[in-house]
């Protein structure tokens, strides 16, 4: 991490937001959040459920456009339509549904909608051995230890599938990698290989957002931590600002679950 | 809050993580991983989407081969590829539509919808007026009525998001409908012809292109008969080769002491085939085929022991499940020769009165009581040996129900053959059995139980010689229940003097898919030339005209393209993925709805193609033609292992499937059946096939 930080940490963050907002109606769904991604860091972006997590990442990948606020992609301001612009500009998301068909290969899975092909139109066909060279180099080099690439994708763990996920973003040169709780459905031992995995994309350069609801995972892989709480920023903290404790009652709404400690502990006490 | 959920993410953990990626980067520059486990040839080919339809498709015909006169000849065989021609073509566009989730239900009578168009495009002006174009227009043109259909069927179903089997159907009563209407307004007919009428204007040209025949009678080959043998051997041969290369260890060093065995081996086969070949009579048969027998053997001990390990062979262990089996095969083997004997062969009388009419009612009443001691005995103490004597019972009770019901319909003839013929099966799948439990005993105890059932097929045929009353079953079932045997006994002996793989072997299964490839390329090869030609001394026996249509090449041709389409381009794996999770499919930038929409077209354009197929085979087409097939290609692509959630399946499989349901709507009258069951043997196959292949696909992610 550190050596990473040292080659990129000075230069201009690779995405930056500036009291970005959104209101559906007269809802606001998100309001005045700030923070940066830097490239070859974790953001990590914690809330409980319900506090905007989802709608900040539909924000950052183009499915919904800001309503107040700047949203600037190395320095300039963007503003995509689609997802696909998202895509081609480098920002890749990794869903909790994975976008994976589970009957198919994991080579496959991993160049599906950019298959790597040979010939001449309209004679075109994929590559198979190189596809299925570089899906099993490109995951070596993640560190992900996949035994063959024609096994189907639903025979994998939940944390396999995730790092599949991973891999292929990293792969088609995303430079900001998004991942919707990659964490939340996973086992201790699943959730530590996918937190490595996490920190392997930010070695290779990339600027990771990592959204959890869980601070355990978020402390120690995070650089930069962003807590939202209904729709609000709680705080924008760079990793020495802040301990893994204070995170956690940030989190809760810090000052509630004070109170709710302290009458925890009158309830015992009278007892 | 505790901390144990996450390991150290430091340093030193991202470091081990690179070293493990540097080891897996110098298992890839070597080639194969050397965790995969390596799965047997057999285990690795039942895997495959299509091997059901492969193995129910030899066990119809060879059901069929019995059962029927047609079957086996090369008329036969053409009206059965007749068939699956048109059925295939269709079959193949549908299972890839099916692959992508939809269905479409109005593909059958859209074969007949282009043909009617076609017919009427290039009809003359006359009374019964047509368009009077040219078939240079009218084929184009017809075309783009097709690529029309598709479109609008794909659109509709993607805009509205409405199930395309609601869609499609009412595409298929609109069809069905303009159809009988069109043909009635525009020239007062049900029967729409003739394309013919376009002499001139183009059908000269294209008549060729969809209705040439080879007459079978017309082309002769007196070397046929060589050939034929040539390419069916090898071919078994280099197959028997590929089999050991993907099933047994490569020896560190090639052993040249087995290549003399090898090489002797083969010189005997050849010897032995060129002997029985040019010498006639019984006894120099039973020579040649001992000498066959014995130098095959050689040959190909010889060439494993050229590359292969050696193993132990372990002592013998039969155990009692071993023994049991052993014995209960064997037995069923001899009760099943022994029902053969015993019924007359010629009698046509029907069952019931053979047994007495009167006596029925016992042999229901003895099953019934049977069970019903059973039940009572059950009832007072549930241990083990009542537990049994209920089976036993209500076993017996059920089979004098089924015999009873078979008594109804069948001669003294055909119930010899029914029991013969199932007790026989009987036996062989419980000595299979075995041989499958004594594996995991030692080496040399399968050795034995597979030379038990390789004794039990020889005794099979010197049987079936004596006692079948059919020339096809005393000389060619015979011959191949020998080989069958022979292979039997072959891996009898090499399996238990040779050593299982256990892993994978980049280098062994490259070569051992390339042997398989050319065997089989090579018993194709023989089989088309014996199709294809015909020598002097069967014209002279007066052979029935046998005519290949070229429909069976464009099915041939079409189903490649779809395979190759599906396996090998990018187009085949968006199929997959609009049909295995379309919403994930979109968000990694598939195009779901214009992939969808191109396969509808496709299959309109099967349509098409299969419409001009009919248009100048019948010159005239009825207006309700083909209306109904729609379920008929679907039950094909469903045989031939397509799901019908989507998302998995094979167009080869389909084409297999297609093949199977061509032959059991040739087979039933072929085999003087009433054809009104045919209907009832198609839902049969069809719910077998489902289930097999639900089996097979829960087989398939477990066994990775």
């Known amino acids: ?271 | 809050m505790s901390d144990t959920a996450v390991p150290d993410v430091g340093n030193s953990d991202a470091n081990a993580a690179a070293a493990a990626a540097d080891a897996m980067a110098a298992t890839l520059a070597g080639g194969a991983d050397e965790r995969l486990a390596y799965r047997g040839v057999f285990q690795r080919l039942f895997v495959r989407p299509e091997i059901g339809a492969i193995v129910g498709a030899a066990a119809i015909w060879a059901f069929f081969w019995a059962v029927s006169r047609e079957f086996g000849t090369a008329g036969g065989m053409s009206s059965i590829l007749d068939v699956s021609a048109t059925l295939g073509i269709m079959a193949v566009a549908v299972s890839l539509l099916m692959i992508g989730g939809e269905f479409d239900l109005s593909s059958g009578a859209a074969t007949g919808t282009f043909a009617i168009i076609t017919i009427l495009l290039v009809k003359d002006v006359g009374d019964l007026g047509g368009a009077g174009l040219s078939l240079w227009i009218a084929i184009p043109l017809s075309l783009l009525f097709a690529l029309g259909l598709g479109w609008i069927n794909g659109m509709m179903v993607e805009r509205t998001g409405l199930p395309s089997f609601i869609v499609t159907l009412a595409t298929f009563f609109v069809l069905r409908g303009f159809k009988l209407g069109f043909s009635k307004l525009i020239i007062d007919n049900l029967t729409v012809g003739r394309i013919s009428e376009a002499q001139g204007r183009g059908y000269e040209f294209w008549e060729p292109i969809f209705a040439t025949v080879w007459i079978r009678n017309e082309h002769q080959l007196e070397a046929r008969d060589a050939i034929y043998t040539i390419g069916i051997l090898g071919g078994l041969a280099l197959l028997a080769f590929a089999v050991a290369e993907l099933n047994f260890a490569r020896r560190d060093k090639l052993n040249p002491g087995g290549l003399p065995i090898f090489g002797a081996g083969v010189a005997g086969v050849i010897a032995g085939i060129l002997y029985m070949h040019n010498s006639d009579g019984v006894s120099a048969n039973s020579i040649a085929a001992a000498i066959i027998g014995v130098a095959g053997l050689a040959a190909f001990v010889g060439f494993c022991m050229w590359r292969y390990e050696r193993q132990e062979a372990g002592s013998l262990q039969l155990d009692a499940s071993v023994s049991k089996l052993l014995a209960a095969g064997v037995i069923a083997s001899v009760l099943a020769m022994a029902f053969a004997v015993v019924f007359d062969v010629d009698s046509q009388e029907p069952v019931l009165d053979l047994v007495g009419a009167l006596r029925w009612p016992f042999v229901i009443a003895a099953g019934a009581y049977a069970a019903f001691r059973a039940f009572q005995k059950s009832a007072g103490d549930s241990n083990t040996q009542s537990q049994t004597l209920i089976n036993v019972s209500s076993i017996a009770a059920a089979s004098a129900f089924t015999m009873y019901a078979f008594m109804f319909m069948t001669t003294e003839q055909g119930l010899r053959s029914i029991l013969f013929g199932v007790t026989m099966l009987a036996g062989l799948i419980l000595l299979a059995i075995a041989a499958g439990n004594a594996g995991r005993n030692s080496p040399i105890t399968r050795g034995l139980v597979l030379t038990v059932f390789s004794a039990v097929l020889v005794a099979l045929a010197f049987f079936i010689r004596s006692q079948s009353a059919s020339v096809k079953f005393r000389s060619e079932l015979f011959s191949v229940l020998l080989v069958s045997a022979l292979v039997f006994f072959v891996w009898a002996v090499c399996s238990t003097m040779f050593t299982q793989r256990r892993f994978q072997e980049a280098k062994a299964d490259g070569f051992g898919t390339t042997l398989a490839q050319v065997g089989g390329a090579a018993i194709a090869v023989g089989i088309i030339i014996k199709l294809l030609f015909t020598t002097q001394a069967e014209l002279d026996a007066g052979i029935a005209r046998a005519g290949f249509r070229i429909s069976i090449l464009w099915f041939l041709g079409f189903s490649l393209f779809a395979t190759w389409l599906l396996g090998r381009t990018k187009f085949g794996s968006w199929i997959f993925a609009v049909g295995g999770n379309k919403q994930a499919a979109r968000q990694v930038g598939v195009p779901a709805a214009r992939t969808k929409t191109q396969l509808f077209m496709i299959v309109s354009v099967a349509a098409w193609l299969v419409g001009l197929l009919l248009a100048f085979r019948l010159d005239t087409v009825q207006s309700v033609a083909g209306n109904g097939l729609e379920f008929e290609y679907i039950i094909a692509a469903v045989v031939g292992g397509t799901l019908l959630t989507g998302g998995y399946g094979s167009a080869f499989g389909a084409a297999i499937g297609a093949i199977i349901v061509a032959m059991t709507k040739q087979g039933i009258p072929s085999a003087r059946w009433n054809s009104d069951w045919r209907f009832a043997f198609l839902g049969i196959i069809l719910l077998t096939a489902v289930i097999a292949n639900n089996f097979i696909k829960t087989k398939a992610e477990e066994s990775r």
């Open chain 1, 1 to 271: 991490m550190t050596e990473a930080q040292d080659l990129v940490g000075g230069e201009q963050p690779l995405l930056e937001l500036d009291g970005i907002g959104k209101f559906y109606g007269n809802i606001i769904a998100l309001q005045g959040i700030t923070t940066e991604v830097r490239a070859g860091e974790v953001t990590c972006v914690l809330g409980d459920n319900g506090a905007g997590k989802s709608t900040f990442i539909k924000i950052l990948a183009g499915v919904h456009k800001h309503d107040a606020g700047d949203f600037r992609l190395e320095g300039k301001p963007v503003d995509f339509n689609s997802p696909r612009e998202a895509l081609d500009a480098g920002i890749a998301a990794v869903y909790q549904d994975l976008a994976m068909v589970p009957l198919m290969s994991v080579w496959r899975n991993f160049f599906l909608g950019a298959e790597p092909t040979k010939g001449v139109f309209p004679v075109r066909w994929v590559d198979k051995p190189e596809a299925k060279r570089i899906a099993k180099e490109e995951m070596a080099k993640m560190g992900i230890d996949i035994r063959d690439t024609e096994q189907p994708v639903g025979t994998l763990s939940g944390g396999e599938r995730q790092s599949v996920a991973i891999a292929r973003a990293v792969y088609y040169g995303a430079k900001v990698l998004i991942l919707d709780e990659p964490t939340s459905a996973l086992g201790v031992k699943q959730s530590g290989v996918v937190l490595r995995y996490i920190v392997e994309a930010a070695k290779r350069g990339l600027g990771v957002i990592f959204i959890t609801h869980n601070p355990a995972h978020a402390y120690p892989v995070g650089d930069r931590f962003l807590i939202l709480n209904r729709g609000q920023s709680m705080g924008n903290f760079a990793k020495e600002e802040i301990t893994q404790q204070e995170l956690t009652q940030l989190m809760a709404g810090g000052a509630e679950l004070e109170q709710l400690q302290h009458e925890l502990e009158a309830a015992i006490a009278g007892k």
